[in-house]
């Protein structure tokens, strides 16, 4: 039926319903009888009608989308959705108002809610995007792995922007890393050679500058090099932008559709930056981690305490705990090195430098590189405590440090030892019998005053015996059945004495394992002890040096 103003006609239903207001109404008013047909419309829908019919309102019908509304109101039936009906006429979007006349004629009053529609959608898209980034940045930052962290970069931009996603690396060497994802499929990493300059935008995003639209970018210019395995038909549609990251790009991210997909749109060509940016600095964050990480496990290799072993028939054994658990170095430290020969005295080393952590685990570096440079005058223990405390005195560190000495040489079964304490707590000596005695050698600790003063005692081990050397973290370690006991003296000689004829290895871990047992989960200090060991006739450390009797001195 076609469409009239018809202001002459006999009113309708509707008409006597609602008057003549509908007429002048600034929106478009239909009025639609029982059947469905468009009796009568004013000015404002006559004009939008026209339009959506591109030509003739003679040749305007009901949109389908108030037709269906209309059914329903004229045959009672309630909406399928709350709210008025909804829908598009001519690319504007409208909200239909029913007037029910008696005759079954209704008045659709349309009200253009276009720009609130729009802003609804930008808002739902916006959201959309907010749910997806925040995704994404949780995702990308549980990891500070490099390749663990571009595997779930491919693998989210193939999820929620793609159907499938390239992640170029930053070329190492004439070759690139590469990381293929495709929606609901496994990923690939791979390093390869490729011509990245023959892909469009791809050697200015690698450099970090800003993408080309997609629109720019021809799909048939993409090489096979970049298009995953399985990937479903031809590319239709593509992205390339680059991952910036902190100072130098991260790489770049090119995502495919194929040609049977919607091709990307402005919003999601910027969302995909948004995600490029999360994922660049995510990657740049992984890689300064893992390269000093690296630089950090090259730097610790040198502040580590050193693994011990026999030397020159005598048996080292060593332990180290740090005041943290989370940390591997601290202020206590111990090395050995060994004489040129048997003949020569091995020079034993073991300190506690004051604090703990990083800055006390500096200092311990340079006093053991000090020792290191001062191993040519290692037999006199005083005049290598003064060059150590005059090099401390004029170092930036205000730390002091206490240090124990022990020149270590086996000479007919037995070992003979000269030892010197620098504030040190002094050496303990465990016999066969099961007595444990402290050797008297006192001093001044170093890098505290202009002089050191320290007395050299000289002590001899039997075969079986050891002579432990400590740090003060191990007396006071604090733990106990109150949680706040120091383990003390009397209980480290306690456990030594149990030690009688133990192997030095065995005697430390005795040690270790009744402090660790006696702080519970209580704080401590930096703990490290250090035994020295006469073999017994027989072992293998005994076969490295002579294994004939001699009669041992105690003390001098």
Not at 103 to 119: I, K, N, Q
């Amino acid at each position: 039926m076609s469409a009239s103003q018809g202001s002459s006609a006999a009113p309708s239903g509707a008409d006597l319903a609602v008057g003549t207001a509908w007429a002048e109404a600034p929106c478009p008013v239909l009025v639609v009888d029982r059947h469905g047909g468009l009796v009568r419309v004013n000015e404002a829908a006559r004009v939008l009608l026209r339009g959506a019919a591109g030509g003739d309102g003679a040749a305007a019908r009901v949109p389908s989308w108030l037709a269906d509304a209309h059914r329903r109101v004229s045959d009672g039936l309630p909406g399928a959705d709350p709210g008025p009906p909804t829908g598009t006429i001519d690319d504007r979007f409208f909200e239909a108002h029913p007037t029910p006349g008696a005759d079954g004629d209704v008045v659709w009053w349309l009200v253009d809610e276009t720009g609130r529609h729009h802003a609804e959608n930008a808002l739902s898209d916006a959201l959309a995007r907010s749910e997806i980034l925040a995704e994404v940045s949780s995702a990308l930052l549980s990891s500070l792995n490099v390749p663990r962290c571009m595997e779930v970069a491919a693998t989210m931009a193939a999820e929620h922007l793609a159907e499938a996603a390239v992640l170029v690396g930053p070329p190492q060497g004439r070759r690139h890393p590469l990381t293929y994802a495709r929606r609901g499929g496994p990923v690939t990493q791979v390093t390869r050679r490729v011509d990245v300059s023959i892909v469009p935008g791809l050697p200015e995003a690698l450099q970090g500058f800003p993408p080309v639209p997609a629109r720019w970018i021809n799909p048939g210019d993409i090489p096979d090099w970049v298009i995953p395995d399985d990937f479903a038909g031809p590319v239709g549609s593509v992205i390339v932008t680059p991952l910036p990251g902190h100072g130098l790009p991260a790489g770049a991210l090119i995502l495919l559709r194929s040609s049977t997909e919607q091709a990307f749109t402005e919003n999601e060509e910027l969302l995909a930056r948004l995600f490029a940016a999360r994922a660049g600095s995510a990657l740049s964050a992984a890689g300064l981690y893992s390269e000093q990480a690296a630089i950090t496990a090259t730097l610790m290799q040198d502040l580590l305490p050193p693994p011990l072993t026999s030397v020159h028939g005598v048996e080292y054994a060593g332990g180290y705990r740090a005041s943290q658990d989370q940390e591997r170095i601290g202020g206590d430290f111990y090395d050995v090195h060994p004489g040129a020969d048997a003949s020569r005295s091995t020079l034993v080393a073991l300190g506690d430098v004051a604090g703990k952590g990083l800055e006390a685990a500096v200092l311990t570096g340079k006093i053991r590189n000090t020792l290191h440079a001062l191993l040519p005058l290692a037999d006199d223990h005083l005049q290598v405590l003064s060059l150590l405390n005059g090099a401390l005195l004029t170092s930036h560190h205000t730390r002091f440090a206490t240090l124990v000495l022990a020149s270590v040489r086996r000479h007919r079964g037995h070992v003979e030892l000269r030892l010197t304490s620098a504030g040190h707590p002094p050496p303990l000596i465990v016999r066969n019998d099961g007595m444990v005695e402290e050797v008297p050698t006192r001093g001044t600790l170093v890098g505290a005053l202009p002089t050191v003063t320290a007395r050299t005692v000289e002590a001899v081990l039997a075969p079986g015996e050891t002579c432990l050397l400590y740090t003060d973290g191990i007396t006071e370690a604090r733990g106990g059945p109150l949680g706040d006991d120091l383990f003390g003296e009397h209980r480290l000689r306690r456990a030594l004495a149990e030690c009688a004829g133990m192997p030095a290895e065995a005697v430390v871990e005795r040690v270790r394992m009744l402090t660790a047992q006696w702080l519970g989960a209580g704080g401590h200090d930096d703990m490290a002890a250090v035994a020295i060991s006469a073999p017994k006739p027989g072992s293998l450390a005994a076969l490295d040096g002579r294994a004939d009797g001699g009669n041992p001195r105690r003390h001098r």
